[in-house]
Every structure is written in structure tokens, then in C-alpha cells.
């Protein structure tokens, strides 16, 4: 292909990107607004509903990883394409079934037009995440010589699409029927069908080269699988309630096919990469959406939409992901990375100390977060693709996939776990009686705690009781933001590892297929 087929190719997958995370926004904006009135939703019925689209979308990653070469991009494509039609299909029959009527037809339409966006949300989150894994490794195939710059600039889609949903939610915020909210999503959606339909998709990096399919699985090895289809059992056995011994099962069966198969463990420096992952996309993700809640209750006591939050900080990440390249030549990828951590633990620690800040302060220690953070997971990506382009779309695309589901199995609650413990300490060291009064214990995947239980701080009637309790909530949820920092600290000393690592090698270099080369 010449440079310009390269680069139509590379606008139809940047605009498929930000379908996929407009499509997320709007779905989860209206999960815990319009979408919880209309079907008569309770809060852990709309936690079901936002995870339908979330486990789905890092599940597909993986799974679509192993054989997505052997489909063919565009079939992969088509299908993206198909589902945000099916899904949009599916949530406007549901918004049919809740208006215009009454009684019992309302509670039978709730009931069956809650499946459907449920049902709906999987689909679109499948399909969100086989945008992943085609989008990423035809970039990285494209563009070999220069990976991280242009897969961070792929990955300005994602903020774009925020940005974009953003606005529209400011925009019809009066707006009662969320079908045009969600029908909005076809407008993206169509357009880089339109794009890409007629387009000759490139063979992978791997496949040009005559890399074997069996040479790409000993890349991921023994290793990468048990941690990637480990998450991918955890998070299916979460879904459909099956224990945990059966996923410790069908990980171990796979990994044994994977041992038996390859005869190898992995790449020793990919496995490095993941283990960095889960701290990293904890930082990114988990900690991200901490911080938007602290901003946005400032912002609607200045009187303005909370999700002006939203556009803020994902106009920074698209504006300075467009500057990723000449950071990565100048510092290297591993070098911005270290940056990269080195700022987002300094913005976390700035953020811990502003529970009595006011817009100002908050915004600034959000800004160098949110700085720190825009290179994260596009870098990591590039860095993958550029060490291990042997492994193809299959290590590139679990690394993504590892980081996502790492966040909702692993680092989401790791979050909650210390919210909760920093708050029942200090609520001990306040007031010892309430403590003994309010506080139950817990169990979660990483073992027991101890948190407050909202049924027993209902009958706490006395003003200093309940000014202990929100003070202690407050105090708990800072304590814990600050606690956030030691991630990014890790993340920071295991890039000047690799850093050192490479100096011994004689600086930082990408791996080059000998055919895979590139105008």
C-alpha cells in the first residue's frame, strides 16, 4: 500500500475507535440517569448493566487475538460494524418498550426491556473490543518504524470519542428521549465503515515476515497465557457465578495446552510488561475515575455540568496524545513511560491533599495526573509491538486486554479495599464506640476487611456521630488516593530497570522482522 492508503486506513481506524469509546460513555452516562428510571433499576442492577458492556469488552480482546489473523481484518471490521448496528437496534426497541404505556404492560416492558439492553450491552462491548484487536495491529503493521508515535495517536480516538460524548450529554442534558443520544452513535459507527469497506487491509507485521502462528504463541508463552486467560476465567466466572476452582481449571487446562504446544515460557521481557500492566492500567483507569468524582462535586456547586470533568480531561489526553512522538525519540518509550509514572505519582499525592481545596487547587492536581496518565497505555502498547513483533496481534492486543480486565478483577477493588480500610481507621482513632457500632467485616478476592455498613449507620441519629462518620469517610477516601501513589512508584522503578537493562544492550533499539519493513 502506498503512504496515503496508510493513512485512509489509519483515519477509518481512529474514527472505529472513537465509535467504541462514545459508545461507552453514553452507555454508561445513561446507565445511572435515565436508563435507572425507566426500567426501575436499583444500584446493583445497574452495576450488572455497566459491566455487561465493560467484561465483554476486554474479554473479546483476548479471545479475538488468538485467530483474528486468520479471519482477516476486514471480517473483523464488518463485525464491529454490525453490532454497534445490532446493539442501537436492540437499545431502541428497549426505550419501545417502557414509553407509552402503563400497569402491567410497564413492569412486563421493564422487564423485557432490560434485557435487551443488557443482552445489547455485551454485544456492543464484543464489538468494541474486536475494534481493539484489528485497530491496533494494523497500526502497528502500517506504521513498524514508528510504532509509538502513531499508536498513540490511534489512541487519541478514545479521549475524542469522550470528548464528543461529553459535549453531547452537555448538550441534550433536558433531553428526555435517549434514543438520540445513543442513535448518535451511528454517525462514527457508519462513517468508518464507509472508510474502510472498499480498503485492502494489510497482511500482520507476523505474516509478512513468514512468522509462524506457532512462534506467535511461544511469544505469549506459558506465562502470558496463565495471566490472560487466568483473568478472562476469573472475570466469566464473576459473570455466570460458576466458583473459583472452575476457573482455576480451565486456566490451568489452557496453559497446559500452551506448555505442551510451545514448550515455552514467554518472552522473559514480556512478561516483565505485564507484571507492569496491572499497576499501570490500575493507575489509569481505577484511579481516573476516582478523581472525576472529586472534581465533579466542585463543579456543580459552581453551578456548571459535571461533565465539563469529562471534556477537560479527555481534551488534554487527545491534544498531548498527537505530541507522543517526538517525547518517544527523545526520551525513548521506556524513558517517557518513567516520566510518565514519575508525574502521575506526583499528581496522585497532590490529589490527596485537597479535601479542603477548592477548584482551582483541584483542577492543577488533576492536570499534571491527567498529564501523567496520556501516555500510559498506547506507550505500553508501542513498546510491546516494537520488543516482541514475533508475537503479532496476539501479544499486542493481550497486553491491552490484560490491562483492562486487571482493573475490574483485581485493581477496582484492590481501590475499594482501601477506601474502606482507611476509613475504619479512621473512624477508630475518632470515635472508638461508633466504630464498634458501625463497621462489619468483609470478605473480596485478595482476602477480609473490615468496612461501614450503610444499614447500621441508618439508626446513628446524634449530629456528632454522623459528623464523625463523614469525616472519617472523607479522611478514609483521601488516605487511600494517597496510598494510589505507590503504582506509579512501582511502574517509575521498573522502567529505570529497563532503562539500565538496555543501556547494557547499547541503548533502546526496536526489533525489526526482515520483511516486515516499511516505507
Not at 442534558?173 to 465503515?193: C, E, K, M, S, V
Not at 517517557?336 to 505519582?345: F, V, Y
Request: with cysteine; glycine share 12%.
Amino acid at each position: 500500500m502506498n503512504n496515503r492508503q496508510d493513512k485512509i486506513l489509519f483515519w477509518g481506524c481512529f474514527i472505529a475507535l472513537i465509535t467504541t469509546s462514545y459508545a461507552f460513555i453514553s452507555r454508561m452516562i445513561l446507565c445511572g440517569g435515565q436508563f435507572k428510571t425507566d426500567f426501575g433499576l436499583d444500584n446493583v442492577v445497574v452495576g450488572e448493566l455497566q459491566g455487561a458492556g465493560i467484561w465483554s469488552f476486554g474479554v473479546s480482546i483476548i479471545i479475538f487475538s488468538l485467530f483474528i489473523d486468520r479471519i482477516g481484518y476486514k471480517v473483523a471490521m464488518i463485525y464491529s460494524f454490525l453490532s454497534y448496528l445490532a446493539y442501537t437496534g436492540m437499545a431502541i426497541a428497549a426505550y419501545s418498550c417502557t414509553h407509552g404505556v402503563t400497569g402491567d404492560a410497564l413492569v412486563a416492558g421493564q422487564k423485557h426491556g432490560y434485557q435487551l439492553l443488557y443482552w445489547g450491552s455485551i454485544i456492543l462491548g464484543l464489538g468494541n473490543g474486536t475494534v481493539e484487536a484489528y485497530a491496533n495491529p494494523i497500526v502497528s503493521t502500517m506504521f513498524n518504524n514508528d510504532k509509538v508515535k502513531w499508536l498513540n495517536r490511534l489512541h487519541a480516538g478514545w479521549p475524542a470519542g469522550l470528548v464528543m460524548g461529553g459535549l453531547c450529554t452537555i448538550a441534550l442534558a433536558n433531553n428526555t428521549d435517549w434514543r438520540i443520544n445513543l442513535g448518535l452513535i451511528l454517525i462514527p459507527a457508519i462513517t468508518f465503515f464507509i472508510i474502510l469497506i472498499g480498503k485492502a487491509f494489510p497482511k500482520s507485521e507476523r505474516e509478512q515476515a513468514g512468522v509462524s502462528y506457532l512462534t506467535m504463541l511461544k511469544e505469549l508463552g506459558v506465562f502470558g497465557a496463565f495471566v490472560g486467560f487466568g483473568l478472562v476465567f476469573a472475570q466469566l466466572g464473576q459473570v455466570f457465578g460458576w466458583s473459583q476452582n472452575v476457573s482455576w481449571m480451565l486456566t490451568g487446562a489452557v496453559v497446559v495446552a500452551f506448555a505442551v504446544i510451545t514448550k515455552s515460557f514467554g518472552r522473559l521481557l514480556l512478561a516483565f510488561l505485564i507484571i507492569i500492566m496491572i499497576p499501570q492500567a490500575t493507575t489509569e483507569l481505577g484511579t481516573n475515575g476516582w478523581i472525576t468524582a472529586l472534581m465533579e462535586d466542585p463543579m456543580k456547586a459552581a453551578g456548571y455540568n459535571s461533565a465539563w470533568v469529562l471534556v477537560y480531561t479527555s481534551a488534554i489526553m487527545l491534544i498531548l496524545r498527537f505530541c507522543a512522538g517526538p517525547l518517544a525519540h527523545k526520551f525513548s518509550p521506556i524513558g517517557l513511560l518513567a516520566t510518565c509514572s514519575a508525574l502521575a505519582g506526583l499528581g496522585i499525592l497532590a490529589l490527596s491533599h485537597t479535601a479542603h481545596s477548592g477548584i482551582g487547587t483541584i483542577f492543577a492536581a488533576a492536570t499534571l495526573f491527567g498529564v501523567g496518565i496520556t501516555f500510559f497505555w498506547p506507550t505500553i502498547l508501542g513498546l510491546t509491538s516494537e520488543q516482541c513483533p514475533k508475537g503479532g496481534a496476539l501479544t499486542l492486543n493481550a497486553m491491552g486486554g490484560i490491562g483492562m480486565l486487571a482493573v475490574g478483577i483485581l485493581g477496582a477493588p484492590f481501590l475499594g479495599y482501601m477506601q474502606e480500610s482507611s476509613t475504619t481507621k479512621q473512624l477508630q482513632s475518632s470515635n472508638p464506640a461508633l466504630y464498634q457500632q458501625v463497621t462489619m467485616k468483609q470478605n473480596y478476592l485478595l482476602g477480609a476487611y473490615e468496612a461501614i455498613d450503610p444499614a447500621k449507620t441508618v439508626v446513628v441519629t446524634d449530629a456528632k456521630s454522623q459528623a464523625d462518620i463523614q469525616a472519617a469517610t472523607t479522611a478514609g477516601k483521601f488516605s487511600a488516593l494517597g496510598k494510589m501513589a505507590m503504582f506509579p512508584a512501582f511502574t517509575f522503578v521498573c522502567y529505570l530497570a529497563l532503562i539500565l537493562y538496555f543501556k547494557t544492550k547499547g541503548g533502546y533499539r526496536a526489533v525489526q522482522l526482515p520483511t516486515g519493513k516499511r516505507e
